[in-house]
Nanobody, 114 residues
Framework: QVQLVESGGGLVQPGGSLRLSCAVSGSFFRLFTVSWYRQPPGKQRESVATITTDGVTKYANFVKGRFAVSRDYDNNTVYLQMSDLSPDDTAVYFC????????WGQGTQVTVSS
């Protein structure tokens, strides 16, 4: 069964930066594309960024140029570097494999506020 552990969220001021981490259990990390998602308060979960096993990345239009996704094969971790954050980025951020296996981590809360 896949295991997913997100971390790195917190409270940050507008214009600030955060780096989120997503630890994925070993075999799943090596074999599958991984995506970051977010769920803003009162809204549905939406895709943020995706990285394939070959390192090809794709971003939602609302984060292009501000977020960068990467993967670390030594640590089975996918990172989401977020910069120039705005209050609209406030959400719980999740990661998962693509396709997912019906298992989700607890997510990590990102709050952008002055």
């Amino acid at each position: 069964q896949v295991q997913l552990v997100e971390s790195g969220g917190g409270l940050v001021q507008p214009g600030g930066s955060l780096r989120l981490s997503c630890a994925v259990s070993g075999s799943f990390f090596r074999l599958f594309t991984v995506s970051w998602y977010r769920q803003p308060p009162g809204k549905q979960r939406e895709s943020v960024a995706t990285i394939t096993t070959d390192g090809v990345t794709k971003y939602a239009n609302f984060v292009k140029g501000r977020f960068a996704v990467s993967r670390d094969y030594d640590n089975n971790t996918v990172y989401l570097q977020m910069s120039d954050l705005s209050p609209d980025d406030t959400a719980v951020y999740f990661c998962n494999t693509v396709p997912d296996f019906g298992v989700w981590g607890q997510g990590t809360q990102v709050t952008v506020s002055s």
